[in-house]
């Protein structure tokens, strides 16, 4: 008997703690559930109708200024988009007013100079495809570019010591990456001794 009375003690305080735990977990599932409807209900309101909190904001920045008959004339506030006539009797009141609006407005404000944005200079390089001490070869190496849709010249140079060299050279090219890929198309036909010059 004192077995009986004692499961039934251990199954009592066993059962009350999970009562209070699915207590909570249902109070927990139940604000989780309220706040999605509450989500769920201003998502469709706006999506529905946006333009109904635009429109409430707009009536209360269009709303009459109303007069109060309690104070004087001359303490009566004029909105701030009014412009302030000259020789008035709010004169005294709004000159701080008429000074800010007469600093800021277009005339005297001067515009930024537009700073152009220097370009980059590129460099100018050529590349030189050969110098030969005879002009018939440089002459078939210029011909041989030409079948290519290369423009080169012949430039005429005097080496001390050794005469005149006549070097086939291609150019101007503006920047590194024109003379790159002049470079890799010459190798690409068979001059692999092409030489870049920065001018």
């Known amino acids: 008997m004192s077995r009986n009375a004692r499961g039934s003690t251990q ?38 109708n946006p333009e109904s909190f635009e429109a409430k904001e707009r009536r209360e920045e269009t709303k009459p200024v ?8 001359v303490a009566k506030m004029a909105p701030a988009s009014a412009p302030v006539a000259a020789g008035t009797d709010d004169k005294q009141h709004f000159e701080f007013y008429k000074v800010l609006t007469d600093g800021a407005s277009p005339k005297n404000r001067t515009a930024p100079k537009e700073t152009k944005p220097a370009a980059p200079t590129l460099e100018i390089y050529y590349v030189q495809a050969g110098s030969f001490p005879n002009q018939n070869d440089a002459e078939k190496l210029k ?3 030409a079948l290519l849709g290369m423009e ?26 024109e003379m790159n890929k002049t470079l890799a198309s010459l190798k690409q036909n068979g001059v692999v001794n092409a030489t870049s010059i920065k001018a």
Do not use: C, H
Request: a positive charge; proline letters at 7%; zero cysteines.
């Open 66 to 73: 109303v007069e109060s008959k309690a104070l004087p004339p």
């Open 11 to 48: 199954s009592k305080s066993g059962g009350s703690g999970g009562k209070g735990g699915s207590l909570f977990a249902g109070v927990l599932v139940g604000m989780v559930l309220g706040l999605i409807v509450a989500g769920g209900v201003a998502w469709y309101i706006l999506k529905k």
């Open 143 to 145: 011909a041989k570019l």
């Open 152 to 177: 080169a010249t012949l430039q005429p140079a005097a080496i001390p010591n050794k005469g005149t060299y006549y070097r086939v050279r291609l150019g101007p090219l503006k920047g590194a990456d």
